[in-house]
């Protein structure tokens, strides 16, 4: 109970303003962090790069069923005694069944497999299993799921261009996505599971997840940002600072419920059902949600702010408030906001931000 108690005074301190992270303050360790992430990913995408599925590269499969033992090595040599100048990759599905894939075999290749599968593993030749699956199939996935990506990306982008009515915003959100994207492709590089329609799926999903949380503290900005130039308390860089202070609980909860049910999948897909379609898009949907909450928080918003303090106005408008603190602090009058400006600010009824009233003293 003080736990929840605790943390729900952390998230309306953040909200008020009497507690703040200078998160868009310090957005070049952000952007570092990200950029040594991205070249790390870029280099694992080259060495060792992706492990496309069967689905992408074509070939037969064969799966062996009911057996007692999942010896991979046993089902390696059998393979390898009929066609020895193959390479199959061996899984094993669930604890009694195995998955033997290879290249396209001929049809007398393919009967001798799975004999002998049937004879090395001791069960009857209807429980083994062998279908061929050609490139052409995989192709034609690639292909939609590329023509996916760019509407996706065309639509997102005039939606928020419209939206927010700020280009800015919208290309800020596209760098969040493609960071997200590339991030996510490296780990499935890193770790070398194989890259299947399950996954693409999976790529695709964590795109909507990512750019709804960015709307979200996108929405709190542009509330708390739209008459920054009517006033000269507070910096476009500060208001936007406070809508992801404000946001930033709510992104860790929706994060952590959107998580949970994704690692029970992921735990049962990839430790108890074996290699399948709930551990290849469970994966995607693990790393891209939890790159997508760093990214809309950490990235978006900094970046959107880099972008708008571009505009002269927006520049002149920060002098502006710079100067007029720094004189206040000259002439030894408080400044506007105080020391830490953050620290004071509020949220008034309507969106606007204020000052804490301070309390009047004695004999005034």
Known sequence: MATSSGFAQWGNDLYTG????????KRRIWYGISAVLIVVCGILLLTPGLNPGIEFRGGSEFVVSGVETTDQQLATDTVLAIAPEESPRVTTVGGSSLRIQTAQLTP??????????????????????STFIGPTWGQDVSQKALTGLVVFLVFV?????????????AAAALVALFHDLILTVGVYAAVGWEVTPA???????????????????????????VDTLEQTRFTYEERANLAVNQTLVRSINT???ALLPVVSILVVGAFILGAGTLRDIALALFVGMTVGTFS????????????RLREPRIREHTAKVLAARAGASTDGTPAVAGAAPRATAVLRPGGHLGTAAQPRRKGR
């Open 296 to 307: 809309s928080v950490f990235i978006a918003t900094p970046l959107e702010v880099t972008l």
């Open 255 to 257: 994060s952590v419920v």
């Open 18 to 25: 009497r507690r703040s992270y200078d998160i868009v303050g």
């Open 199 to 225: 996954t693409v799926i999976g790529f695709l999903t964590i795109l909507g997840y990512s750019i709804y949380d960015t709307v979200v503290v996108f929405d709190k900005v542009r509330e708390n940002t």
């Open 157 to 169: 982008s005039l939606v928020m261009t419209v939206y927010f009515r700020n280009w800015r915003m």
């Open 108 to 129: 007398e290749e393919v009967t001798e497999v799975t004999d002998s599968l049937a004879a090395a593993f001791d069960v009857d030749a209807d429980q083994v299993t």
